[in-house]
């Protein structure tokens, strides 16, 4: 009994100890201490008495996970494999099977296998269902996975999948695989160079100046910079990118908190690569937090034009805390703003609806600023390009197609029934598209709009005031028009999916390599961006 009362009593108080150091817990110290105090008695008597067997790490994980999201969710506990993660994430380096691989209840979805890397070599192919590594059968395996995949260089994995209906085995040799954040770059016309950074590892700012270097010395006079579908990183390398084109001492942005030590701002630090050369930058619903530093920045300053849709809204940094046993807490610490004050956090988590999710911020309460050359931009919603192009702004349905990998799944199928050999002549006809509809259809593809969301209310408030006798016949009629309107909104969304489909399918026969030299001949947001820059008054207007 000694022992136990022992650690009931020392635990607040070391923990309290380690609080009241940091001001930011000053005045909440007695309450955080007195809250631990009751928490670890909680603890030891649920799994001292609870009628059945309990397991202490899963209860501690339930319990840390829903405490934390109840703040946002970017805030996060992370395991010792949560860890491993993040610093592959980060560094771009890690030793494995050299696939891009989704995680899901009972099995390992191969998305991508990266060329010339093992999985490729082994015949891995996407969409290959791995439901078994070694004798680990994925669907009893509780953590993640994925992390069955890493290993030593030079160890050997078996794993066993699907494809096709099709059991396989196969030998893979695991090795190190470097992870580019510019898988591609080259030149589009005789002037025009074009770079992609695909996200902001460590090597995100000396790969993009190592192209741009490279581009200028095989005679790029204008630059396209494509930051779609890039979901961020490492902060301070949103500035060094910044930094290749505006000059040292320059403010590229500002972090604000409640705790004085992370309140900061962040200058460029080093010579620019090219202050004066016409930039395009690319971004859509996918870019965000580090992309949209570097974007707000170089429309702040007036050095770039911004071209694609309104970017996804992340303005919180995150910082990672090292914690006992090799865990982690990344935790938001600050709120972010560009060189013209502005914040562009979309959803507030901290004044939640009465269901309990994020609040949008509305277009009424956007805040104006003005950019170094007096443009007005706003805040509370991402970055809004300079030109907004309908096509870079995924519809609902497009979205909910997306989001049930039914792109994706068709492209799998494409590949399995059709030979393509030649990039240069593909195309998919209106042939390829009755057949994806068909797909659909096959698959019970379905979607609610929010309008639906919003009748179904209002009905079930008739229903309490007894008036659906009443609007049941108005509201069939509504339901009938929706239901027309989704059936012919695939037909309305023909470009766009059209183009989404041609992205996945010509990267299961070319790579992501592939995809990168069909999107500089055929993707419109980058002939668009090609003509802004091809005319200088035209890409001077944009910055005036």
Not at 415 to 426: A, E, G, M, R, V
């Amino acid at each position: 009994m000694k022992k136990l009362f022992s650690k009931k009593i020392v635990l607040p108080i070391f923990v309290g100890a380690v609080f009241i150091t940091g001001s930011a817990f000053k005045n909440d110290f007695f309450e955080i201490a007195k809250q631990i105090e009751i928490f670890t008695t909680l603890f030891k008597e649920v799994n001292m008495n609870y009628v059945d067997e309990t397991n202490p790490a899963d209860l501690m994980d339930t319990a840390i996970k829903s405490m934390l999201q109840d703040l946002d969710p970017y805030t996060n506990f992370y395991n010792e494999q949560d860890v491993e993660a993040s610093r592959i994430n980060n560094t771009g380096d890690y030793t494995g099977i050299g696939a891009s691989v989704l995680t899901l209840k009972d099995k390992l979805v191969i998305i991508e296998p990266y060329k010339g890397f093992a999985a490729d070599k082994a015949g891995l192919k996407a969409g290959d269902e791995i439901i078994k590594v070694d004798d680990t059968v994925i669907a009893d395996f509780k953590d993640d996975a994925g992390n069955l995949l890493h290993g030593a260089a030079g160890t050997s994995v078996t794993v066993t999948y699907i494809r096709q209906g099709k059991t396989h085995t196969a030998a893979i040799q695991r090795e190190a695989v470097e992870i580019h954040a510019v898988p591609h770059f080259s030149m589009i016309d005789g002037k025009t160079g074009y770079v992609v950074l695909r996200k902001f590892n460590e090597k995100a700012s000396s790969e993009t100046i190592n192209a741009i270097r490279t581009l200028k010395s095989q005679g790029a006079k204008q630059l396209i910079l494509d930051l779609r579908g890039n979901l961020g990183g490492l902060l301070n390398e949103a500035v060094n990118v910044t930094n290749i084109f505006i000059p040292r001492n320059q403010l590229v942005v500002t972090t604000k908190s409640k705790v004085d030590k992370y309140n900061k701002t962040y200058y460029t630090q080093k010579e620019p690569i090219d202050t004066e050369i016409p930039v395009v930058v690319l971004i859509d619903g996918k870019s965000a937090s580090a992309s949209e530093i570097v974007a707000g920045a170089l429309q702040d300053l007036d050095r770039a034009v911004i071209v694609g849709a309104r970017s996804f809204g992340k303005g919180l940094v995150q910082r990672p805390k090292a914690l006992v046993y090799g865990t982690q807490l990344k935790i938001t610490i600050s709120r972010y703003y560009t060189p013209s004050g502005r914040c562009i956090q979309e959803l507030d988590y901290w004044n939640r609806d009465e269901l309990g999710k994020a609040t949008r911020t509305n277009k009424e309460d956007f805040n104006a600023f003005k950019t170094k050359r007096g443009r007005t931009v706003y805040d509370g919603g991402g970055i809004q390009p300079d030109l907004e192009l309908a096509i870079t702004k995924l519809s609902p349905i497009t979205n909910a197609i997306v989001n049930e990998n039914l792109i994706f799944d068709f492209a799998t199928d494409y590949y399995y029934s059709h030979q393509i050999t030649d990039l240069k002549t593909f195309e998919l006809k209106d042939a390829d598209f009755k057949a994806f509809k068909t797909f659909l259809k096959s698959n019970n593809f379905t979607f609610e709009t929010e309008t639906e969301k919003a009748f179904d209310k209002a009905l079930n408030v008739a229903k309490e005031e007894t008036l659906t006798d009443v609007i049941d016949a108005q509201y069939a009629n509504l339901i009938q028009t929706l239901n027309t309107y989704k059936t012919d909104a695939i037909d309305t969304n023909k470009t766009q999916l059209m183009a989404l489909l041609t992205e996945e399918i010509v990267k299961r026969y070319f790579y992501s390599e592939g995809m990168y030299t069909y999107y500089v001949n055929h993707n419109p947001v980058i002939k668009k961006s090609t003509e802004i820059l091809n005319n200088p008054s035209t890409y001077l207007n944009y910055l005036q």
